[in-house]
């Protein structure tokens, strides 16, 4: 059980509240507004789930997890001790079916980043640099990927030139200084992510200052670990939790089937637990909100977005009065549904055992 906060009853503290851990694996999203608790609820969900040796992983863009567990983390920084390629994942196919897994990737970091798809034609031009690339048996990068491009309208089709000009101005940040370094595919020196994982893991994405690298970083390192988790086979228990705070960041409302869909939808069974922090419901999707079992809400200010916790967290407590119940909620207090108590519980977060992580 993770121990979480105190149930709020009539203006008072009562009983402890704890999480179930039997319902991880069908996900936990935590929302609020700005300020309202969410990365402090995450915090001491790590903490706990430390306590219990389930191994977690934090996509930290803000930098902040490391200073909260900083007593019980290890802190992932890419360029220094990961290092993460999009040309490194599928090593072990062909290289048709590779190249095209790797499109896929590139395709889905233009639409979370940009909301716009990689068009037919840039696509034609990739797949045609990487293929070139892997029969001359290097490795690509986006250097040479950039450059390939840049040869092949040069010396066969001249009218793709736009395309390779479009994929330049799309990668070109990944080639130069420290992200350069850290999508670099050093095969050698690059940890798994989740073997051998134990304790709280902080992948720290503040190294970058936009989000760029941040989303490519995050796609990249939540496929790695979708594959590995497949890999491993089924589980009855919990294999990892990945916690991903600014996950509407990664999330196309648009498309179906992102990699957050994907594990949210098919890696119950491999023993994933995810949990998806966003300051808004409404910017996760209906796929995810259908799929996650543990609602856990701070304050909601926005009207549309109380609709859809509604419409997701069925509570038998709250039915009618879940707008008042969200609206007037105080800084670290949260509403919570579960899967054992379908009834949702106004709940205070942490103990007096999680004041070195709330301040
Ligand atoms: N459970 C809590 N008990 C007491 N104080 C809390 C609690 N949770 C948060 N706070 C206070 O509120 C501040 C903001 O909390 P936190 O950073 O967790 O919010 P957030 O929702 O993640 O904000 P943001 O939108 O900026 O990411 C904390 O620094 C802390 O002082
Ligand atoms: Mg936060």
Redo the contacts with the bound molecule.
Sequence with gaps: MIKL?YVKEDGYFKETFYLNTNFLTRHICIF??????????L??IAYELNKLGIPVIIFDR?G?YTSRLKKWSYTIIPGYNYYASPFGIWHDLEIEERVQNEIWLLNEYCRITWNEQLSPLQIRLLTESLLNIYRRGHNPNFDNIVKECRKIIEHELKIWYESAEAIASRFQIFTVGKFKKAFLDISNSKPKLISNLRGINILDLSVFENDEPKNMLSLIAATSIYLEIKRAGFSKKVRLVLAI??AQNLINKNEKYSILEKMSMELRKYGLSLIL?S?RPSNLSENILSNCGTFIS?QILSSYDIDMIKKHAYSTNFKYSLENVLYSLN???AFIRTLDELEGRII???TEEHESI??
Excluded: A, L, N, R
């Excluded at 609020?32 to 609820?41: A, D, F, L, R, V």
């Design positions: 906060g609020g507004t700005t300020g309202s608790g969410k990365s402090t609820t915090s001491i803000t902040e705070d600014e922090v300051p701070h800084c670290g207090e205070k977060i942490g709330i301040h």
